[in-house]
């Protein structure tokens, strides 16, 4: 008996063997196509239960126990029917070449043990494999092996089922949790970096990393297609002296050693460059030292964004602030001389002019503090503190000593800009210029550019928020949800068979269901701390800050059913009306840690189950299966 459970245990260690071997060598086939992937992983086990039955313990010529039933139900459970049916052949071509009085159990026991892995898959359906799915897979897989053995020869059986059924039922069962461990482990380990990859690929701006030889180690396709490269591949392993002038490449090298040596980041390093159609362009770039685990220095992480758009803008502020200020150079300005102690020495009538309510003061041989209780008496300068007035005054006169410059703003409207510049003898100039043009641009200028901002994040068809604005908004309220602990909600919603409708009655009739759609969402969302957008095509998002589960359901209630009161027609659909289907995801207050990825996938799985129960009503999600609150 001892010797049973020696063989089998080190079989054991031949499944762990060859399931790590293929995570391993998973990367090698990650490009190829799914069937192909699933092919590849059917051959790699089904080598697998070949080794499997060459550590084999014989009982008598043909009589074979191993663990080729735990990695053949893997092959199932991981893999689908591509990866059993090419598995399980290759493990019964083995054992058919082997022979003997046990090859019709094993040929019973291949079928059972990768029946049991694509059945208990199937009965998991989208939902993702865990622990306790390869509980009942082991299960259902022991289950079946000790059948299979029920159809040994009678010679052998009894012994069998004395002495080597339960010690190779039990090591089946701890092979599948061993093994299935490992897959699971390198899937999760696999979507991160699948997650990272996407994002390093999909930003918009241009993004690398590099090793701590300068070696391009990874790059985006904006990068890869900004130095002529068609795909980021060519681009690893080279360094800035392959892409660019020596002169600019050994600065950039320079910089990323020193923070290799000192770690810490550099953040918003301009230059101006020639792209290859012969235009200059202006990028910023960041970059901070990366360290491994043992705080070791081992590259360098790198975004480059192109602002040329934003210095042209800015080039063009600049402009008409120097022009501005030209033009102010050129007019008679109101001018004010101090002495060292603060009085008044000399005045023109212009800056008598700039402050007619305390312009009485503003005598020779009045001191400076006499002349700001007169601005605070009268109210003059809106600017003014109403609290704590002793204490500006005193800033105010220590100011007559030092340069500086400062903005004003008067009863009448206007501004003044104040210009104090110290002479060598200790007096003061006061140059009073009235800007109240320039203060009214800047104005206009900022409102300009929040309007420009507000179009950016807003969908132009419905008016709604877009995708990338609902991106931003649901990181910060998330992050903002957590420190307060409050609850958070999201909805997901979906035009039931919209594209039946825009084959039916044409794109600008599926353009104005929209607008009717995100009109009656924005009759259901009324609080300033909701925020509904478009998630992209018939797809629609609201985040309900500050909202549990069940004021969730009502606001999505409200909006399915006013959508359905405009008995928008809908020839292409089983409703024969514009219906919605709304998934909702809630973070509730003793919710610790948030994810936006994750309340995006749980809002989208409540949506998938809604469309799938007949669309037109709401779900909820809930964590052990998917909930449901039709509505």
């Known amino acids: 008996m001892n010797t049973v459970w020696h063989d089998l245990i080190a079989n ?63 092959a199932g459970f991981f893999g689908g029917p591509v990866t059993a049916l090419v598995s ?63 159809w040994l020869p009678a010679a052998v059986r009894a012994t069998v089922m004395a002495q080597i059924a339960g010690p190779s039922a039990a090591v089946n069962f701890v092979s599948i949790l061993v093994g299935g461990l490992i897959i699971l482990q390198n899937m999760h380990s696999e979507l991160e970096r699948e ?42 392993g080279k360094t800035d002296f392959d892409l660019t002038s020596a002169e600019r490449a050994a600065k950039l090298f320079a910089v990323e050693q020193e923070l290799l040596a000192k770690g810490g980041a550099v953040r918003g390093i301009e230059e101006h460059l020639i792209d290859r159609d012969g235009e200059g362009r202006w990028f910023s770039t960041s970059k901070v030292a990366l360290r491994d685990r043992d705080g070791d220095m081992i590259g360098i992480a790198g975004v480059t964004r192109d602002v040329t758009e934003e210095k042209r803008m800015h080039k063009a502020l600049e402009d008409s602030r120097n022009q501005l200020s030209f033009a102010l150079a050129e007019m008679a300005d109101g001018l004010a001389m101090f002495d060292k102690d603060g009085y008044l020495v000399f005045s023109n009538q212009q800056y ?76 003061s100039l006061v140059v009073v210029s009235d800007i109240t043009n320039a203060k009214r641009s800047e104005l206009a200028l900022r409102g300009a550019t929040e309007q420009l901002e507000k179009l950016a994040n807003t969908d132009g068809l419905t008016g709604l928020l877009n995708r990338r604005a609902f991106d931003s908004l649901l990181e910060d309220e998330l992050k903002r949800s957590t420190r307060s602990k409050g609850a958070i909600s999201l909805l997901m919603i979906d035009v039931d068979r919209f594209k039946a ?52 359901y009502l606001v999505a209630e409200n909006f399915r059913k006013q959508l359905r009161d405009l008995r928008l027609p809908h020839g292409g659909s089983e409703k024969s009306i ?38 037109d009503r709401v779900f909820g999600w809930r964590s052990s299966a998917i909930g449901t609150r039709a509505g």
């Open 578 to 615: 514009v219906t919605a289907s709304v998934g909702v995801a809630t973070y509730a207050t003793d919710d610790p840690r948030r994810s936006t990825h994750e309340l995006i996938t749980m809002a989208d799985e409540a949506l998938y189950s809604a469309k799938t129960a007949g669309r």
């Open 501 to 552: 409708y825009n084959d039916l009655y044409g794109h600008p009739a599926g353009d104005e269901c929209l607008r009717l759609v995100s009109w009656c969402l924005q009759q259901s969302v009324r609080r300033p701390t909701d925020h509904a957008a478009r998630y992209g095509g018939e797809e629609f998002v609201v985040i309900l800050a500050d909202t549990d589960e069940d004021g969730a």
């Open 352 to 427: 008598l002019d700039c402050f007619p309510l305390t312009a009485h003061t503003r005598l020779p041989g009045v001191h400076i503090r006499e002349m700001l209780a007169s601005v605070l008496e009268t109210g003059e300068q809106i600017t003014a503190p109403t609290l704590d007035s002793q204490a500006w005054v005193d800033k105010i006169e220590a100011s007559l000593h030092n340069e500086s410059d400062e903005e004003v703003a008067l009863q009448d409207g206007r501004w003044l800009q104040l210009r104090t510049r110290s002479t060598r003898d200790g007096a």
């Open 195 to 236: 997650l990272l990859r996407a994002a390093l690929d999909q930003a918009p701006d241009y993004a690398y990393v590099k090793n701590a030889r300068s070696e391009f180690a990874a790059v985006n396709e904006a990068t890869a297609h900004l130095n002529g490269y068609a795909r980021p591949a060519e681009m690893i």
């Open 12 to 74: 054991l260690a031949i499944v762990a063997l060859v399931i790590t071997g293929w995570t391993q060598s998973r990367p090698w086939v990650g490009g190829q196509v799914h069937a192909v992937r699933r092919a590849y992983f059917g051959l790699f086990m089904g080598a697998g239960a070949i080794a499997s039955m060459l550590m084999s313990i014989e009982l008598q010529p043909g009589v074979l126990f191993d663990l080729r039933l735990s990695i053949l139900s893997l």
């Open 88 to 150: 399980g052949v290759i493990a019964l071509a083995y054992r058919a070449s082997i022979g003997g009085m046990g090859f019709g159990s094993a040929l019973i026991g291949v079928f059972v043990a990768t029946g049991a892995g694509i059945g208990v898959r199937a009965a998991l359906g989208t939902r993702r494999p865990v622990f306790k799915h390869l509980l009942v897979l082991g299960v259902a897989a022991v289950a079946g092996y000790l059948f299979a053995l029920s």
